[in-house]
């Protein structure tokens, strides 16, 4: 099976493209929005670079490795400050071209990537997010555009016969987290033993998966073309967020200080059994003892 990789640079990207690795049958492109200083090659990857915001080189990219699979994972970069970059809309234009031109050139599986945005969370309190139960109420331009581009693909699918997986994901931890999100940010000032304020509140706990167990999700949704739809790709457990901070600073306390929270407490957890009964995948990482994996840089397995 050849399988064609965007976004092969991010967190999620770099993860998916070594666990895909792991099965000699499969061909995989790893596709690069700029050239990488060090693509990761196996003997049956190869590394291609291509601005899928320009029509032209999208087309010629699908034409020239004609995928069976598409693990569409670029977009632009994301943090709270950038939740509302009309970038997005460029995203999602471009996303909806990409899918018709690989649905025209025969491409029979979709698997793209929705985030924990499209259901709009609850400002305080404590929730759990179903695909089945909760009805997406996406409050800034990244959730929307998401969630549009998710119904969309559930639209052309019933349209075309093509396999499609909408995971929506929690929030995702591990090397190479943007530095725009908290965790991300706390990560880098961890290992490089720098003050870092934490606003939240004491009792805040999210559903937070670590970016290996997401990328065996992707793998082993590439062999089952049934799982369909709009899936949340999460642990179904929550972690107390000043707790994973504080194993983070282990080594140098004295650089985290929390101070008053910005906002209300969260407890905010995704439901699970879609990915445990279909994937298989019931046992996830514990992101409090993954921090040492994360600040050494030895999260590669």
């Known amino acids: 099976m050849k399988i064609l990789v965007t976004g092969a640079g991010g967190m999620i990207g770099r993860a998916v493209i070594r666990a895909l690795a792991a099965t000699p049958s499969y ?10 200083a060090a693509p990761l090659i196996a003997p049956n990857n190869v590394a291609t ?23 569409h994972l670029a977009w632009c970069p994301v943090g709270a400050s950038s939740h509302t970059t009309a970038l997005h809309l460029a995203w999602l234009e471009a996303s909806v071209a990409l899918l018709k031109s690989f649905t025209a050139l025969g491409g029979q599986r979709f698997i793209g990537s929705g985030s924990i945005h499209e259901y709009g969370i609850a400002p305080e ?42 995971p929506r994901l929690s929030y995702v931890f591990g090397p190479g987290c943007a530095e725009t999100l908290l965790l991300g940010s706390a990560l880098t000032a961890a290992q490089r033993q720098e003050d870092f304020i934490c606003h939240i509140a004491p009792s805040t706990a999210f559903d937070i998966i670590d970016v290996r167990d997401v990328a065996q999700l992707y793998v082993r949704s590439v062999a089952v073309p049934d799982l369909v739809g709009m899936v949340n790709f999460a642990t179904g457990t929550t972690v107390l967020v000043r707790e994973l901070l504080t194993q983070l600073f282990a080594s140098c306390p004295e650089r985290l200080h929390f101070t008053e929270p910005f906002n209300p407490p969260q ?27 994360f600040l050494k840089g030895t999260a590669n397995d």
């Open 49 to 71: 670079v291509c601005d899928l915001l320009d029509a032209s080189a999208r087309e010629e990219l699908l034409r020239q490795w004609r995928p069976d699979c598409l693990i």
């Open 27 to 36: 061909q995989v492109i790893a596709c690069y929005h700029t050239q990488p």
């Open 125 to 166: 309190g404590a929730c759990t997010l179903s695909e089945a139960h909760t009805a997406p109420q996406p409050r800034h331009l990244y959730g929307k555009c998401k969630f549009a581009l998710g119904t969309y693909l559930m639209a052309l699918a019933a349209d075309n016969g093509l396999s499609v997986l909408w």
């Open 267 to 293: 407890q905010v957890c995704l439901d699970n059994t879609l990915v445990r009964q279909k994937l298989g995948l019931s046992a996830f990482r514990d992101v409090l003892r993954s921090c040492e994996d």
